[in-house]
């Protein structure tokens, strides 16, 4: 093998990453390790630890011939002549900087456990997202040795959204690869290069210093999210003044200056990055006395919060000011379409406001429901997790649509309606259903940024 890779950190990144890396560079051995063995043991087996779509065939493709999936840190870090750190980086919640600075402990034992195990040179590269300025102390970290060892740190943050993971990285707008602006660090990035340019065009492969590629991650994540909130921000007004938002995005987004992406109006992002990153961003800013700049930031993860309260409290007034007591359907408990993902879904937002408001949950959702009864393990009040759509609407007063999953649109709504509780609601928080068509079954629907239709 020409050469050998290892990635600490088996996970959303971690793990597709690797696969699409063994499939792309058959030359390569590359080997996954993680210090939680259940989650290896599931990349070992038939039922993969997440759900992407494409990723079973790559894995199944590579795995045993030159993808490994490992307990073994030591053993890893030895061989590895590329070591990728992709590691999880939740928000600080303790401490100073609890609730918005990155909790770096867990990168930290991993460069550790490189300066322990390793016994000749090897590039570091950084895969998670990390705040500015990191490589700095990783280096130092490292280079803390006393074995004499070169350890070049680059980083190379990951762009890939799940759900769409294996498309993502097997076709990446940009590869974006930052190294220090040294001989060393220039001919450990020209390392990096190669092995993506073994199938990513060399125009998508960009090189920045090691600062502008860690801060652009962040800034790319915060834009993103930007936008979602910037659209449900003008959702909210459009509701009030019979605008539709699908109409205003769509204008607005046909300036090819704006564009029309990312424009979709719902009832708010969720997913491990979006809130996190912004409130890294928001730390460092104000960690560099930039208060009005974190200011600025913050009300982006704010505004998505308001979507959340507000899209509860229309389904509250909506039905008569009371949801105590009423089974309400919850379709979807994904942050997204396409995945089983539920961290810092929405649907976990509403769902606990809807139960402080007393209402009876059942819950569907066709990949996420594992996730979700842990994420509601802790909730007071009575959940049902039910295993088709049709049972959760089942003599419910109301459905709340919270994950824009493909079959939500084509069910069976006649029969839907017809074993609900009358007068009946539907909230669409994805605006995915034919609003129209179910207002003409008799529902009551309530669209995001839209007039809502309702019989009197
Ligand atoms: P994850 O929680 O799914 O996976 C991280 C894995 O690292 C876990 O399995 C954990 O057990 C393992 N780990 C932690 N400490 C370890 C150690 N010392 N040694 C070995 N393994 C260790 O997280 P994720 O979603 O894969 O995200 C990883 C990073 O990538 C984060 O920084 C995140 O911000 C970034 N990122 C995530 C996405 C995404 O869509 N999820 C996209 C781009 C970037
Ligand atoms: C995001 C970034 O897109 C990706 O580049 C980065 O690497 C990780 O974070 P991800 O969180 O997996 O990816 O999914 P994404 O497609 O960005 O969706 C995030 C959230 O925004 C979801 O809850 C989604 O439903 C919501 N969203 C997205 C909207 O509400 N409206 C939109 O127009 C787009």
Known sequence: MKKNILCIGAGYVGGPTMAVIADRCPDCKVTVVDINSERIAAWNSDNLPIFEPGLDEVVKRRRGKNLFYSTDIAGGIKAADIIFVSVNTPTKTFGA???????????????RSIVEYADSDKIVVEKSTLPVRTAQAMSRILQSNTKNLNFPVLSNPEFLAEGTAISDLENPDRVLIGGMETPEGQ?????LVELYAQWVPRERIITTNLWSSELSKLVANALLAQRISSINS???LCEKTEANVYEVAAAAGRDSRIGPKFLHASIGFGGSCFKKDILNLVYLCEYYGLPE??????????????QARRFVQNMIGAMFNTVSAKKIAIFGFAFKANTGDTRESPACAVCHQLLEERAELSI????????????LANAQGRINYCTSPYEAAKGAHAIAIMTEWNEFKELDYQRIFDNMEKPAFIFDGRNIVDHQYLYELGFNVYPIGKKSLVHV
């Not at 900087?97 to 990155?102: D, P, S």
């Not at 700049?293 to 308001?306: I, L, P, R, S």
């Open 234 to 236: 003008i959702s909210a």
């Open 364 to 375: 569907y959702d066709p990949k996420a429901l594992e996730n979700a009864k842990i994420d």
């Open 293 to 306: 700049v974190a200011a600025y930031w913050e009300q982006v993860v704010k505004m998505n919060d308001f």
């Open 187 to 191: 001919a450990a990035l020209n390392e």
């Open 97 to 111: 900087g609890a609730g918005k600075a990155a909790d770096l402990q867990y990168l930290e034992k991993t460069a």
